[in-house]
């Protein structure tokens, strides 16, 4: 059975960055998509960007050219580099993911970004 465990939110002032932690246990299989989503106060949760076991990556409109999603396939990690902060990134960060007989969230973490 999956599981994931996200770590690495908190506060961080606008234009400072922050690294999210995705760590995956159980038999992912060779294909699979992991991705991290974003939920904000009063809005609906919203992908921010993903990954798939190819190694094909995609990012949402707000994010792209700021936050980068990578893996650490020794570790069973998937990371999301956030750089370049706004306050409009402030939201519990939420870890997917989707294989064969499996979808599965994390807990989420907050990411707060205000001065």
């Known amino acids: 059975q999956v599981q994931l465990v996200e770590s690495g939110g908190g506060l961080m002032q606008p234009g400072g960055s922050l690294r999210l932690s995705c760590g995956a246990s159980g038999n992912m299989g060779s294909r699979y998509t992991v991705g991290w989503y974003r939920q904000a106060p009063g809005k609906q949760r919203e992908l921010v960007a993903y990954?798939?076991?190819?190694?094909?990556?995609s990012y949402a409109d707000p994010v792209k050219g700021r936050f980068t999603i990578g893996r650490d396939n020794v570790n069973n990690t998937v990371w999301l580099q956030m750089n370049s902060l706004k306050p409009e990134d402030t939201a519990i960060y939420y870890c997917?993911?989707?294989?064969?007989?499996?979808?599965?969230w994390g807990q989420g973490t907050q990411v707060t970004v205000s001065a």
């Open positions: 990954i798939i076991s190819s190694g094909e990556r």
């Open positions: 997917n993911a989707g294989g064969i007989g499996y979808d599965v």
